[in-house]
Each structure stands twice: as C-alpha cells, then as structure tokens.
C-alpha cells in the first residue's frame, strides 16, 4: 500500500512538472522526461491493478476487467514506454541539439498523456 501512495505521489509531481514552464510545459527536457516516467509508472501500476482483475462476463464477478479495455490500456503502454525510451536516449545524448532534446521531452510527455486519459476515461481506480 506504501508503494501506491508513493507512485500516486510520484505522479501528483509529474503532473504538477508538466503544467509548469512554457506553454507545453517543457523546461529542461531531461528533468520532464524524468518526470514523465514519474508520471508513466504511477500509471502503469493503475493498468497492472486493472488488468490483474479477472475479465467480466456475463455471469462473472462484480469488480472485473473489460478486456477491449485491456486492449487500449496495453496500446497506450506501448506508445508511452517507446516515447519514453527515445526521449530518455535522446536527451542523455552528448551534444544533442536542445530543439530535438525539447522535442522528444514533449513527445515524452503526450504519451504519458494518452495512458493517463485511458485510465480517466475508462474511470479505472
């Protein structure tokens, strides 16, 4: 139960970090990629929660996962763990240009957007 608080925390954090800074909320784009990782692992561990559940079914259990539901969650996962892993490789780059640096941040952080409105939408506790 720690553990949850302190991803709920992690993602309170990043969260608060994008909404900082300029208008899309990237200032240093390696401090924003960490704190989209912040924000994808707090997530991450609401889908993992979700997906454990056993899948509805007609005459299934009262708390279950929808498995359509599953589906999206695993595709936002993906697009979020891929933006993820190439900001981070980018912006750890030596002499990476900070245009491209930004860019990747960026992109880094609207995934982590899209897994974060999954879990909204499909109102996943």
């Known amino acids: 139960m720690r553990l ?36 994808y692992a707090a997530a991450l561990g609401i889908a993992v929660r ?16 929808d498995q359509a539901v599953v589906v999206q969650l695993r595709r936002a996962d993906a697009a979020a763990g891929t933006a993820l892993d190439a900001a981070e490789n980018t912006v750890r780059m030596p002499g990476v240009n900070s245009s491209l640096a930004l860019a990747a941040a960026k992109s880094a952080v609207e995934a982590v957007k899209v897994l974060q409105t999954a879990i909204t939408v499909y109102n996943i506790k």
């Open 4 to 39: 949850f608080w302190m991803l709920i925390a992690g993602a309170a954090l990043a969260l608060g970090a994008c909404s900082a800074g300029g208008p899309s909320g990237v200032t240093d784009p390696q401090t924003t990629v960490y704190q989209a990782k912040l924000g």
């Open 50 to 65: 979700y997906n454990a559940l056993p899948r509805c079914a007609a005459a299934g259990p009262v708390i279950c996962s």
